[in-house]
């Protein structure tokens, strides 16, 4: 079986033209080939360590591992042939006391097919031993309980059949192959997942509906048929289910009970202690990924609870349109960690943070684990779409998200806000010190100038163009936002979303479209804060009415002259 695994995979390396050299790796060497080595055995399962280049001894191990396990040979020498296999194969063999991301990869699968019910440990103890014999009998295979190429082959392929399954029926479809692995012995999060994809309520059916009740079964919250119709029984298995782990208790499967049935490693079963009440519902933040400006904005709430207050924007590299960022509303589950390998790739990001079951927050791109290793072009790019899918971030960004944002935060990614050129000119991305890898400090923006609606606009009034910038400028945006005019950043900056609402309003008031703010179009547009208050008209004072015989009297004391009042000032009205 070995002789016949290492001449197909020989063949496919030859086929797909894989990486092949005619060096010799052997201990001590310092190279690429050694680097992409790295690569392809941690992909595999075999090496934890850095990706450096250099073979040394925990280098020599894995490939020591790999030649034994494949039938290569003896010793860590890696000649042409064995390098050529190492590329092209995608599986390593797994038996009882395995561990690594492969193994929760395998249990993943394992479990989405009904055959596993134990938790995604990446350890490979007896029930993973029990799901995989199981397997391996429903597909006709010999039925050993070690996950072989050939069981991995097909455990992963479209001819997988759950253990509820006929032969006959649509197989389930294969799980994702990119996964995000953790090198330093830290948990890998995002391979744990089977993704959320709808709703599951009274009346729904489908081999999902299958999924649930199978994984109900298995926790001790149903006893009824694996029949994929969601009736009665589920539903009350699953309200068990809500309640015993602090869920709202609806009956219904939606995004939350979800996660907490499949992806949470701390799932309380039926027979366990109950969970405590979940973490109050509404999060400090709301995240908006703006695809259009390539900006993330943080909201927090305002005094009616809305997210509305602006607290942090970044720039951000999201997916390219090859590869697209997913929009809609996502929820932050809370899976996160310092660092993340990417075994397609074979690069590293900081501080990542799920979005979803295929994309995440993190930084800009590392070559290795070294935080003066940084990828120069990955961080020039900012600002661009450029990444597979995930939400890139300068490092201290992607930190803040990694630190502040909780689990049940709303992460909005939209493709739908318009271009605004103020806002993406006010987020400035700082030069990178080569030698350190880190952004040169740059000096703390000025205080915004304080804008009064209804009060007298900076004077003189003098034209302002495109470029200008400064609190004639942001004046000038406040009162076009106010009006209805402007949508955008009010950065005091003159740029395109400037231009293009004085135009508006030019056009609305008759003045030639320009774009440009002339005194005449500053003097419409302030038009009632230019527009001189009048004083109060004095009251005339009364004469007095002479009698038909006047008395003589006294002389009056005299007194300032109260008959004409003295005009007040107009208080100016703020609005």
């Given at each position: 079986?070995?002789?016949?695994?290492?001449?197909?995979?020989?063949?496919?390396?030859?086929?797909?033209?894989?990486?092949?050299?005619?060096?010799?790796?052997?201990?001590?060497?310092?190279?690429?080939?050694?680097?992409?080595?790295?690569?392809?055995?941690?992909?595999?399962?075999?090496?934890?360590?850095?990706?450096?280049?250099?073979?040394?001894?925990?280098?020599?191990?894995?490939?020591?591992?790999?030649?034994?396990?494949?039938?290569?040979?003896?010793?860590?020498?890696?000649?042409?042939?064995?390098?050529?296999?190492?590329?092209?194969?995608?599986?390593?063999?797994?038996?009882?006391?395995?561990?690594?991301?492969?193994?929760?990869?395998?249990?993943?699968?394992?479990?989405?097919?009904?055959?596993?019910?134990?938790?995604?440990?990446?350890?490979?103890?007896?029930?993973?031993?029990?799901?995989?014999?199981?397997?391996?009998?429903?597909?006709?295979?010999?039925?050993?309980?070690?996950?072989?190429?050939?069981?991995?082959?097909?455990?992963?392929?479209?001819?997988?059949?759950?253990?509820?399954?006929?032969?006959?029926?649509?197989?389930?479809?294969?799980?994702?192959?990119?996964?995000?692995?953790?090198?330093?012995?830290?948990?890998?999060?995002?391979?744990?997942?089977?993704?959320?994809?709808?709703?599951?309520?009274?009346?729904?059916?489908?081999?999902?509906?299958?999924?649930?009740?199978?994984?109900?079964?298995?926790?001790?919250?149903?006893?009824?048929?694996?029949?994929?119709?969601?009736?009665?029984?589920?539903?009350?298995?699953?309200?068990?289910?809500?309640?015993?782990?602090?869920?709202?208790?609806?009956?219904?499967?939606?995004?939350?009970?979800?996660?907490?049935?499949?992806?949470?490693?701390?799932?309380?079963?039926?027979?366990?202690?109950?969970?405590?009440?979940?973490?109050?519902?509404?999060?400090?933040?709301?995240?908006?990924?703006?695809?259009?400006?390539?900006?993330?904005?943080?909201?927090?709430?305002?005094?009616?609870?809305?997210?509305?207050?602006?607290?942090?924007?970044?720039?951000?590299?999201?997916?390219?349109?090859?590869?697209?960022?997913?929009?809609?509303?996502?929820?932050?589950?809370?899976?996160?960690?310092?660092?993340?390998?990417?075994?397609?790739?074979?690069?590293?990001?900081?501080?990542?943070?799920?979005?979803?079951?295929?994309?995440?927050?993190?930084?800009?791109?590392?070559?290795?684990?070294?935080?003066?290793?940084?990828?120069?072009?990955?961080?020039?790019?900012?600002?661009?779409?450029?990444?597979?899918?995930?939400?890139?971030?300068?490092?201290?960004?992607?930190?803040?998200?990694?630190?502040?944002?909780?689990?049940?935060?709303?992460?909005?990614?939209?493709?739908?806000?318009?271009?605004?050129?103020?806002?993406?000119?006010?987020?400035?991305?700082?030069?990178?010190?080569?030698?350190?890898?880190?952004?040169?400090?740059?000096?703390?923006?000025?205080?915004?100038?304080?804008?009064?609606?209804?009060?007298?606009?900076?004077?003189?009034?003098?034209?302002?163009?495109?470029?200008?910038?400064?609190?004639?400028?942001?004046?000038?945006?406040?009162?076009?936002?106010?009006?209805?005019?402007?949508?955008?950043?009010?950065?005091?900056?003159?740029?395109?979303?400037?231009?293009?609402?004085?135009?508006?309003?030019?056009?609305?008031?008759?003045?030639?479209?320009?774009?440009?703010?002339?005194?005449?179009?500053?003097?419409?547009?302030?038009?009632?804060?230019?527009?001189?208050?009048?004083?109060?008209?004095?009251?005339?004072?009364?004469?007095?009415?002479?009698?038909?015989?006047?008395v003589p009297m006294a002389t009056p004391e005299p007194v300032e002259d109260s008959a004409t009042p003295t005009p007040h000032p107009t208080p100016r009205i703020?609005?």
């Open positions: 079986m070995k002789r016949l695994t290492v001449i197909l995979l020989l063949t496919a390396a030859l086929l797909l033209c894989a990486w092949a050299s005619a060096e010799t790796l052997t201990l001590g060497l310092w190279s690429e080939n050694v680097r992409t080595a790295q690569i392809h055995l941690a992909r595999l399962g075999y090496y934890e360590g850095e990706i450096s280049g250099h073979y040394g001894e925990r280098t020599a191990e894995a490939m020591t591992a790999f030649k034994q396990d494949f039938g290569l040979g003896e010793g860590s020498d890696a000649d042409e042939n064995v390098q050529a296999a190492l590329a092209a194969a995608k599986y390593r063999p797994m038996q009882l006391g395995t561990h690594g991301n492969d193994v929760k990869r395998l249990q993943t699968r394992l479990l989405y097919l009904g055959y596993y019910g134990g938790k995604v440990s990446g350890n490979y103890l007896a029930a993973t031993q029990e799901a995989v014999k199981a397997f391996q009998t429903k597909m006709g295979l010999s039925a050993t309980g070690s996950a072989d190429i050939a069981t991995q082959e097909l455990l992963f392929s479209d001819q997988a059949v759950g253990r509820s399954e006929k032969a006959s029926a649509t197989p389930a479809p294969p799980v994702q192959e990119d996964i995000v692995s953790v090198p330093d012995g830290e948990e890998d999060l995002q391979d744990n997942t089977i993704p959320y994809t709808k709703k599951y309520a009274y009346n729904s059916k489908g081999e999902k509906v299958k999924l649930i009740q199978q994984r109900l079964t298995d926790l001790g919250y149903y006893t009824g048929p694996i029949s994929g119709n969601f009736l009665g029984h589920t539903r009350n298995a699953v309200k068990a289910f809500q309640k015993q782990n602090a869920l709202d208790v609806t009956g219904a499967v939606d995004e939350r009970t979800w996660n907490a049935l499949f992806n949470d490693a701390h799932v309380v079963g039926a027979n366990e202690t109950p969970r405590t009440t979940p973490r109050p519902e509404q999060p400090a933040y709301h995240l908006v990924v703006d695809v259009t400006n390539q900006i993330v904005t943080a909201y927090a709430r305002d005094e009616n609870g809305d997210y509305t207050v602006v607290v942090k924007q970044m720039m951000c590299s999201s997916g390219t349109k090859e590869n697209p960022s997913d929009a809609g509303d996502w929820i932050i589950s809370g899976y996160k960690t310092t660092w993340c390998y990417f075994p397609k790739w074979g690069d590293y990001a900081r501080y990542w943070t799920r979005i979803n079951a295929g994309i995440a927050f993190h930084s800009v791109i590392y070559n290795t684990v070294s935080t003066t290793d940084l990828s120069v072009r990955s961080y020039d790019r900012l600002g661009r779409r450029a990444s597979h899918g995930c939400v890139r971030l300068q490092v201290a960004d992607a930190k803040w998200i990694y630190d502040y944002v909780e689990a049940g935060t709303i992460c909005t990614i939209t493709y739908k806000l318009p271009a605004d050129p103020e806002l993406k000119a006010s987020i400035i991305k700082p030069a990178l010190n080569k030698r350190t890898m880190l952004p040169v400090a740059t000096p703390q923006p000025t205080q915004e100038p304080v804008y009064i609606s209804g009060a007298k606009p900076p004077m003189p009034l003098t034209e302002l163009k495109k470029n200008d910038s400064g609190e004639a400028v942001w004046w000038l945006q406040m009162k076009l936002k106010e009006l209805g005019y402007y949508s955008g950043k009010c950065s005091g900056t003159y740029l395109d979303g400037t231009v293009a609402a004085v135009k508006a309003f030019q056009e609305a008031n008759g003045l030639r479209a320009s774009g440009v703010a002339t005194v005449e179009t500053l003097q419409k547009l302030y038009a009632k804060e230019l527009t001189p208050v009048a004083s109060p008209t004095p009251v005339p004072t009364p004469s007095p009415v002479p009698t038909a015989s006047p703020v609005r």
